[in-house]
């Protein structure tokens, strides 16, 4: 398959330490006296609407299937529905879209997925036990070749299907339907059928037919927060609450260089849970111990991915303190380039990063890990990608907002012409809009605070304190 998840690595905490950056990471807060220009505000407008359409514009109109790449995507990522659900809110707030265009849009997708055939069989079907499949034919649904049934992107498709439940709370027949088929479809995932036999509590990565369940299971700290919650959190098939003790046990903390925090190398798995969580003053036993929030780690691990491009120990060109961001995504190819005791390796679709035991790089610097992590460090991203905009322009920016990746050693000359890539991708499309306004409004967290699944999964795990108490 073209993309695969992580696997359950286990990774420590890459920390680097660069002048007056310390403190601010160390606090996870915003720059003191840093303030956005109306510039840069007006940048952020067009970025949002840009993106929007992507999800308005690509959608198969007969079933709401995102594709997972566009263009040229016959196959639609699961976990992209499931941010598009999100998006389409947002635009209402917007105004890219009308109430009722949203509505309609978000009733066709939520009625098509409930009635899509849930089977065993290795055939058509698009999921089994209330689990998708993580690649679906745009055209009908039906599994992609042999892609596995998904956890995680199961549980981002659950993350956007409830927040429509939340924001569609009006008393008409569509907002009643949209309710209902939401609810149906989170309250049907079995989550404790995907326990990882070797491992349980933890829940395995995916299944497929042919095969069973896959050997890897979600264990240390990644975007399988996301997963945990909403599945301690089923009102009809919860997992049972020592799971987040059991997974936060498998993290590993490292105190050195200034920079505290539980890592995870590619940015997406800071950002994907806190899409939809607000986690700014809320703490399980783990982060109590630490003194610090999950949104505090964040903002530590988004200074640390720029920090080392700003270090840039392979001598990448471009890199710097406006040039930077690794996280998984597209790449010019699995190419390696010349023919020197040490060749230089490139590679396609990666999840690039870099962190103690983790080292990804390849020169490619994708948007979405900056555009992703604006709530965390507004005033390193925003600049970032204003210069993303402004100096890459066409090349980097499209009728769709940024495309997903570029690498501006390729091919390896002295003088690169370099590789821009011509695709978007739903996965990484997704972050960088519903994390733009997060930052602007805090719409999507407010939204999810509202579900009452999404409370019950957080105290489950023994998260305390801010919004949740009250």
Same mark, same amino acid.
Request: charged share 20%.
């Given at each position: 398959?073209?993309?695969?998840?992580?696997t359950s690595v286990i990774l420590l905490p890459f920390l680097l330490v660069i002048g007056p950056l310390v403190?601010?990471?160390?606090?996870?807060?915003?720059?003191?006296?840093?303030?956005?220009?109306?510039?840069?505000?007006?940048?952020?407008?067009?970025?949002?609407?840009?993106?929007? *359409?992507?999800?308005?514009k690509t959608a198969n109109p007969l079933n709401g299937l995102i594709p997972d790449h566009f263009p040229g995507?016959?196959?639609?990522?699961?976990? +992209?529905?499931?941010?598009?659900?999100?998006?389409?809110?947002?635009?209402?707030?917007? @105004?890219?879209?009308? $109430?009722?265009?949203?509505?309609?849009?978000?009733?066709?997708?939520?009625?098509?997925?409930?009635?899509?055939?849930?089977?065993?069989?290795?055939?058509?079907?698009?999921?089994?036990?209330?689990?998708?499949?993580?690649?679906? $034919?745009?055209?009908?649904?039906? *599994?992609?070749?042999?892609?596995?049934?998904?956890?995680?992107?199961?549980?981002?498709?659950?993350?956007?299907?409830?927040?429509?439940?939340?924001?569609?709370?009006?008393?008409?027949?569509?907002?009643?339907?949209? *309710?209902?088929?939401?609810?149906?479809?989170?309250?049907?995932?079995?989550?404790?059928?995907?326990?990882?036999?070797? @491992?349980?509590?933890?829940?395995?990565?995916?299944?497929? #037919?042919?095969?069973?369940?896959?050997?890897?299971?979600?264990?240390?700290?990644?975007?399988?927060?996301?997963?945990?919650?909403?599945?301690?959190?089923?009102?009809?098939? #919860?997992?049972?609450?020592?799971?987040?003790?059991?997974?936060?046990?498998?993290?590993?903390?490292?105190?050195?260089? +200034?920079?505290?925090?539980?890592?995870?190398? #590619?940015?997406?798995?800071?950002?994907?849970?806190?899409?939809?969580?607000?986690?700014?003053?809320?703490?399980?036993?783990?982060?109590?111990?630490?003194?610090?929030?999950?949104?505090?780690?964040?903002? $530590?691990?988004?200074?640390?991915?720029?920090?080392?491009?700003?270090?840039?120990?392979? $001598?990448?060109?471009?890199?710097?303190?406006?040039?930077?961001?690794?996280?998984?995504?597209?790449?010019?190819?699995?190419?390696?380039?010349?023919?020197?005791?040490?060749?230089?390796? &490139?590679?396609?679709?990666?999840?690039?990063?870099?962190?103690?035991?983790y080292k990804r790089d390849d020169g490619t610097v994708s948007p979405t890990a900056v555009g992703g992590s604006?709530? &965390?460090?507004?005033?390193?991203?925003?600049?970032?990608?204003?210069?993303?905009?402004?100096? &890459?322009?066409?090349?980097?920016?499209?009728?769709? +907002?940024?495309?997903?990746?570029?690498?501006?050693?390729?091919? +390896?000359?002295?003088?690169?012409?370099?590789?821009?890539?011509?695709?978007?991708?739903?996965?990484?499309?997704?972050?960088?809009?519903?994390?733009?306004?997060?930052?602007?409004?805090?719409?999507?967290?407010?939204?999810?605070?509202?579900?009452?699944?999404?409370?019950?999964?957080?105290?489950?795990?023994?998260?305390?304190?801010?919004?949740?108490?009250?």
């Open positions: 398959m073209r993309r695969l998840n992580i403190s601010l990471a160390s606090a996870g807060t915003s720059q003191a006296g840093w303030k956005i220009t109306r510039q840069q505000k007006m940048f952020l407008d067009d970025l949002q609407r840009d993106t929007f *359409r992507f999800f308005w995507g016959e196959y639609s990522s699961i976990g +992209g529905v499931g941010f598009a659900l999100t998006v389409y809110p947002e635009g209402v707030r917007n @105004h890219y879209v009308t $109430r009722a265009q949203a509505a309609e849009r978000t009733l066709r997708t939520l009625k098509f997925l409930y009635n899509a055939p849930q089977s065993d069989a290795p055939g058509t079907a698009s999921g089994y036990k209330g689990f998708f499949y993580h690649f679906l $034919r745009m055209d009908n649904g039906a *599994r992609y070749e042999k892609s596995e049934l998904s956890t995680i992107d199961t549980a981002l498709l659950m993350a956007g299907v409830l927040a429509s439940k939340s924001y569609f709370d009006g008393s008409g027949s569509v907002e009643t339907e949209i *309710r209902s088929y939401a609810d149906s479809l989170y309250r049907r995932v079995d989550w404790p059928w995907a326990y990882s036999k070797k @491992h349980k509590p933890l829940l395995s990565m995916g299944w497929t #037919p042919e095969d069973g369940f896959i050997q890897y299971h979600w264990a240390g700290y990644s975007e399988a927060m996301i997963l945990y919650i909403l599945a301690m959190g089923s009102p009809t098939h #919860p997992i049972d609450g020592s799971t987040w003790t059991r997974w936060t046990s498998t993290y590993q903390w490292s105190d050195g260089c +200034g920079l505290p925090h539980v890592d995870f190398g #590619p940015l997406f798995g800071h950002q994907y849970s806190q899409v939809w969580i607000d986690f700014r003053g809320i703490r399980d036993a783990y982060m109590r111990s630490k003194g610090i929030d999950y949104f505090i780690n964040s903002t $530590r691990a988004v200074y640390a991915n720029r920090a080392y491009c700003i270090e840039n120990p392979n $001598r990448w060109l471009g890199y710097g303190d406006l040039v930077w961001g690794l996280t998984a995504s597209d790449g010019p190819g699995e190419t390696t380039v010349g023919k020197t005791v040490t060749p230089v390796v &490139f590679h396609a679709y990666w999840a690039r990063g870099s962190c103690v035991g604006v709530p &965390f460090a507004p005033e390193i991203t925003i600049p970032t990608l204003d210069y993303f905009r402004t100096h &890459f322009d066409r090349k980097l920016y499209g009728r769709y +907002g940024f495309k997903d990746a570029f690498n501006l050693s390729y091919p +390896g000359s002295s003088k690169p012409t370099g590789w821009f890539d011509n695709q978007y991708l739903a996965i990484d499309q997704g972050p960088i809009l519903l994390m733009v306004e997060n930052y602007r409004t805090g719409f999507v967290w407010d939204l999810m605070k509202k579900d009452p699944s999404i409370k019950k999964g957080l105290k489950q795990a023994g998260f305390t304190g801010g919004w949740l108490n009250n």
